[in-house]
T-cell receptor, first 114, second 114 residues
């Protein structure tokens, strides 16, 4: 079974631009979560989607948004990019939502904001 | 609120030696606990998880962890380190509730010396 896939793997943008990252979960998984990983802040939860609805949201500004499609694929968008948005963005999927569920991670999209 | 503390941002061991990576958690309710490993330029891979079924949890690649409620700890061990174990290890907690999320520790970089 194929794992979680994320596209693109690498991205370079300039301040003020917007970016859209894509995530395809493991087949049959219906819950998708997004995380930001930086050297300073570590791994931080962005949001979780299930059945095309955002279930939980982390402590990030409104510039960070996401959505989920009927096939469980998810996208996240960051508008008005700032230098501090440079990070590895990780997507994770699980069969269903729940604190006991194992989340399977993709390889990430590395975003560099210049 | 939940949190995770990983003692030691960098641990160095010799090949064949015991690996011990420390994790302490804070949670107001019985938690679900996870250990993930991250190799360079890759996403996170689940090593093992605790879901209250047994206090000693065995994972992949010879790793195991013991849940100690009285010490609020979930340390990761492996009897004999292998060069391929060199990676960054993350402990994570999910306490459930209406706004549950996976909270990660800052990570421990494991170096294995020949």
């Amino acid at each position: 079974k194929a794992g979680v896939t994320q596209t693109p793997r690498y991205l370079i943008k300039t301040r003020g631009q917007q970016v859209t990252l894509s995530c395809s979960p493991i087949s049959g998984h219906r819950s998708v979560s997004w995380y930001q990983q930086t050297p300073g802040q570590g791994l931080q939860f962005l949001f979780e989607y299930f059945s095309e609805t955002q279930r939980n949201k982390g402590n990030f500004p409104g510039r960070f948004s996401g959505r989920q499609f009927s096939n469980s694929r998810s996208e996240m968008n960051v508008s008005t990019l700032e230098l501090g948005d440079s990070a590895l963005y990780l997507c994770a999927s699980s069969l269903v939502p729940g604190p006991q569920e194992t989340q399977y991670f993709g390889p990430g999209t590395r975003l560099l904001v210049l | 609120a939940q949190s995770v503390t990983q003692l030691g941002s960098h641990v160095s061991v010799s090949e064949g030696a015991l690996v011990l990576l420390r994790c302490n958690y804070s949670s107001s309710v019985p938690p679900y606990l996870f250990w993930y490993v991250q190799y360079p330029n890759q996403g996170l891979q689940l090593l093992l998880k605790y879901t209250s079924a047994a206090t000693l949890v065995k994972g992949i690649n010879g790793f195991e962890a013991e849940f100690k409620k009285s010490e609020t700890s979930f340390h990761l061990t492996k009897p004999s380190a292998h060069m391929s174990d060199a990676a960054e290890y993350f402990c994570a907690v999910n306490s459930g509730g209406s706004n549950y999320k996976l909270t990660f520790g800052k990570g421990t970089l494991l170096t294995v010396n020949p």
